[in-house]
T-cell receptor, first 112, second 113 residues
Framework: GESVGLHLPTLSVQEGDNSIINCAYS??????FIWYKQESGKGPQFIID?????DKRQGQRVTVLLNKTVKHLSLQIAATQPGDSAVYFC???????????FGAGTRLAVHP | EAQVTQNPRYLITVTGKKLTVTCSQN?????MSWYRQDPGLGLRQIYY???????DKGDVPEGYKVSRKEKRNFPLILESPSPNQTSLYFC????????????FGSGTRLTVV
């Protein structure tokens, strides 16, 4: 895999369990948040997003929760599968700025 | 297939030898951006472009140049590469900076010796 993952915190789960990946964001003015999945040798792939006027959004097997009070974002993956093994990044968009600020990432390792 | 294409995927070069990493998207996206990814630091923005002939610096622009002569292409230029530019580079595009997330390319692994 890419060396980018060497220094990342790792979450290990059993196949079929639910996973929760957490992220603390930095800017209270951020108005948009995204979770990305990065598999080895590939670019980040969009999973799910949420705007700051929401506190929860659900997709297929994934749920994002936003707690603006403590500037915390989480990604919940239901019934985790081996194909979910990857590095997961949260990203925030500071309001009015044309960029995303990415977290350092969390490696999810799914064991059979 | 809608995609962002970067070339080359891997490049080893020597200090001071100018190089260009190409990026092309086929989605008619207005917004394009370059990021570098380093261990423990996540993705950091180098340059971005809102549209043709409109470019601006990101967080780590030193040592890099970009151009946006056509909507689909956004090359990254290293005029005089140095070892601290050894990194994994990603190009990304989106229809608008205010809408949804980016589509990323597959990355370019650059090593400067």
């Amino acid at each position: 895999g890419e060396s980018v993952g060497l220094h990342l915190p790792t979450l290990s789960v059993q196949e079929g369990d639910n996973s929760i990946i957490n992220c603390a964001y930095s800017n209270s003015a951020s108005d948009y948040f995204i979770w990305y999945k990065q598999e080895s040798g590939k670019g980040p792939q969009f999973i799910i997003d949420i705007r700051s006027n929401m506190d929860k959004r659900q997709g297929q097997r994934v749920t994002v929760l936003l707690n603006k009070t403590v500037k915390h974002l989480s990604l919940q993956i239901a019934a985790t599968q081996p194909g979910d093994s990857a590095v997961y990044f949260c990203a925030e968009r500071p309001g009015g700025y044309n960029k995303l600020i990415f977290g350092a990432g969390t490696r999810l390792a799914v064991h059979p | 297939e809608a995609q962002v294409t970067q070339n080359p995927r891997y490049l080893i070069t020597v200090t001071g030898k100018k190089l260009t990493v190409t990026c092309s998207q086929n989605m008619n996206h207005e917004y394009m951006s370059w990021y570098r990814q380093d261990p423990g630091l996540g993705l950091r923005q180098i340059y971005y472009s809102m549209n043709v002939e409109v470019t601006d610096k990101g967080d780590v622009p030193e040592g890099y140049k970009v151009s946006r002569k056509e909507k689909r292409n956004f090359p990254l230029i290293l005029e005089s590469p140095s070892p601290n530019q050894t990194s994994l580079y990603f190009c990304a595009s989106s229809f608008s900076d205010r809408v949804a997330g980016y589509t990323f390319g597959s990355g370019t692994r650059l090593t400067v010796v």
